[in-house]
Each structure stands twice: as C-alpha cells, then as structure tokens.
Antibody
C-alpha cells in the first residue's frame, strides 16, 4: 500500500524557517518524481515544487522561488521542503504527492501557519 | 505559465442531475489534463487523467473529454457523495497549474 506521511508543520513567525518531511512507503521511491502541493485555508490548490528521481532536477513555483528548497534522500525514501523567509501567505496545508504530471497518491497534509 | 480557468465557480444541483464543468487552458496542453475531487478536510482524489482516462475505482458516471485548450468533466447522474469541489490541473508544462475550483452544492 502506497503511503505518504508528511510531518513538520507548525506555527512560525514571519521571516522564520521550517522544514517539512514526507516519508514514503509501499512503492519504489527511486522511480518517481515527488511533488509538494499546498492549499491555503478556504482556497484552491497550488503546485509548489517537484524533484526528479535522482534529485538532479528541481522546479519551483514563482511564489516560492528563492525561498523554498526541495530535496530528497533516496536511502530514507523521503522528500523534504525547506522553507525560509516565510510569509503570512505561505500559511497552508502542504501535501506530499507522488509523481510529476498527475497525482494519484497524496499524503494527509501538514499545516503550516505563519503568524506573529 | 499556463492559466487554467474553470467555470462555473460554483453550482447548485439536485441528486440525479447531469452536471458539466468546463476547464480552459490559456494555451494548448494537448490531453495533459487531470480532474480531481476534494471533500472538506480531505486530500484531493484523482478522478480522470489525460483528459478522459477514468481512474480505477471511480464510478462510471464521471467522464472527461476535450483536448487542446477546452475540457469538460461530466457527472451523468449526480449522487449525494458527489457534492464536493472539483479542480482541473494541467500536466503539460512546469509550473503545473490548477483551475480555481468548482464547488458543487446541493440544491
């Protein structure tokens, strides 16, 4: 059974940093791109970033470029999202998803709240 | 970036109604169009990929069509469990982008 379990969400002050983790299981992790998608409270879905199977290619949405960094550890079947210089508008549930173009498997999400 | 525009933003319908949601891309995306259903407090569920490919376990009352810039999600006979928000998403280019969502409510 495919499982994606996010962790690391928290309340953080504007300008602060946070690192999200996603532990994957139930599939061959090294054969899939991995993606982060977020959803602000009461809002729609926003693609955040993705990372290629070997970690050599990474892409970011315009709203997070230069502040967020995606990475993966294939030995630990995990993907990460390092979030720096957080803003109020980064407040959202962050989902880890498998794949790059369409997403069958989603984690349960982890809530990041940016507020003073 | 490719902009995805859904219409309507919301609709009210009755059980048994036929419901159609449209999604328009700002440029051609071939058939790289996916549809998701999301219920409150839950992660989205992939219903249809590649414009018309029904995912396993998804009821056959859901169907998708279109190519290029114009796409449609149809629910042939709305059921109580179908009241949710629906999103289209393009997988043609990066950044991936979503429509703003269509909330299907009970009339």
């Amino acid at each position: 059974e495919v499982q994606l379990v996010e962790s690391g969400g928290d309340l953080v002050q504007p300008g602060g940093s946070l690192r999200l983790s996603c532990a994957a299981s139930g599939f061959t992790f090294t054969t899939y791109w991995m993606t982060w998608v977020r959803q602000a409270p009461g809002e729609g879905l926003e693609w955040v970033a993705n990372v290629k199977q070997d970690g050599t290619e990474k892409n970011y949405g315009d709203s997070v470029k230069g502040r967020f960094s995606i990475s993966r550890d294939n030995a630990k079947n995990s993907v990460y999202l390092q979030m720096n210089n957080l803003r109020a508008e980064d407040t959202a549930v962050y989902y880890c998803v498998r794949g790059t173009a369409s997403w069958t498997f989603w984690g349960q999400g982890t809530l990041v709240t940016v507020s003073s | 970036d490719i902009q995805m525009t859904q219409s309507p933003s919301s609709l009210s319908a009755s059980v048994g109604d036929r419901v159609t949601i449209t999604c328009r891309a700002s440029q051609s995306i071939s058939s790289y169009l996916n549809w998701y259903q999301q219920k409150p407090g839950k992660a989205p569920r992939l219903l249809i990929s590649a414009a018309s490919n029904l995912q396993g376990g998804v009821p056959s009352r859901f169907s998708g069509s279109g190519s290029g810039t114009d796409f449609t999600l149809t629910i042939s006979s709305l059921q109580p469990e179908d009241f949710a928000t629906y999103y289209c998403q393009q997988g043609y280019s990066t950044p991936r982008t979503f429509g703003q969502g269509t909330k299907v409510e009970i009339k």
